[in-house]
């Protein structure tokens, strides 16, 4: 079901969405409703459902390859937030609601990739997204321990706006270059908001090298090694390493633009913990794998050739 080719996602814009709790058996559920967007003038719809049967999901698929209609599938059994964006109604056993136009809502975008579902809202549903949070929040206030994340993500997934941002180059390599920045800040952000912010420019290994109590030859080596990505900075920012920490502050950290001791969640000079955390492990697994090798083979390059030892 994916349209866009060049990031394997499905991209839909202004486009129909129904829900429903039952599952799709036959296309003689969808058939009658697809008649009628068609007539209507709409070519898209989005579906979310729990379950899906290999008929119906094959009709789909169909109709998409013969250009005939776009459609995508979502397998959630969350829907309570989706209706409040899109303004359709949940079809279930429950509900007198039926495979019918009107129980039809309509999203400004939807995208849907392998991991995630992003859904913009239209216009003139801001003020029931509104409303739900107002209900949400206060359901926050009432409810036990049990239930406040849940409904603190609920939140969250509400509150969160969508940007579009365009990127352009005087040439195509300019573009990738952009395009890929672009990317990494963006994952960058993300792992932040997962596991929170630390100071960048190699401050935290360094101080946390300088806080162990190293014992051990083990230890030892650990600490000198934490120690080294201040150095390389230091380093190739052309600094004298000694003078730096001669002046070692314990809650600020070395600026090499600035050159001056800083407060560095003010200069914004930080990073994702989950990406430290990830290198910490990444590293230590690595060394360890070294160390508990039986034999090793080391690439050596004389004279631009390499030669296996």
Request: aromatic content about 4%; charged content about 30%; proline content about 1%.
């Amino acid at each position: 079901m994916i349209n866009n080719r060049r990031n394997n996602k499905a991209e839909f814009k202004n486009t129909a969405v129904l829900i429903t709790r039952k599952k799709l058996q036959t296309i003689h559920e969808l058939v009658k409703l697809l008649d009628s967007m068609i007539k209507d003038g709409q070519s898209s719809l989005v579906i979310f459902c729990e379950q899906i049967a290999d008929e119906v999901a094959g009709f789909l698929v169909a109709n998409k390859m013969q250009g005939a209609f776009q459609s995508v599938v979502i397998k959630t059994k969350n829907v309570e937030d989706i209706e409040s964006i899109t303004g359709a109604k949940i079809i279930s056993d429950d509900s007198q609601f039926k495979y019918e136009m009107s129980s039809l809502g309509f999203a400004g975008s939807v995208i849907v990739s392998k991991r995630e579902t992003i859904i913009s809202a239209s216009a003139d549903r801001r003020e029931n997204i509104k409303e739900k949070l107002s209900e949400l929040k206060s359901q926050l206030e009432t409810c036990n321990e049990d239930e406040k994340d849940g409904i603190k993500a609920r939140i969250s997934k509400l509150e969160n706006g969508v940007a579009t941002i365009r990127i352009g180059g005087q040439n195509e390599q300019e573009s990738k270059e952009k395009k890929l920045k672009l990317e990494d800040a963006l994952n960058a952000a993300k792992s932040a908001l997962e596991d929170g912010i630390i100071e960048g420019g190699g401050m935290t290994l360094l101080r946390i090298s300088k806080n162990m109590e190293a014992k051990t030859e083990a230890e030892k080596l650990v600490a000198d090694v934490l120690e080294v990505p201040f150095f390389r900075i230091m380093e190739n920012s052309e600094e004298d390493v000694k003078k730096v920490l001669d002046g070692y502050v314990s809650d600020k950290g070395y600026n090499v633009i600035s050159r001056k001791w800083e407060d560095f969640y003010e200069s914004g000079v930080i990073d994702p913990a989950k990406v430290l955390k990830s290198a910490l492990r990444n590293a230590f697994a690595m060394g360890n794998q070294i160390l508990t090798a039986e034999a090793g083979i080391i690439a050596k390059r004389e004279e631009g050739d390499i030669k296996i030892t």
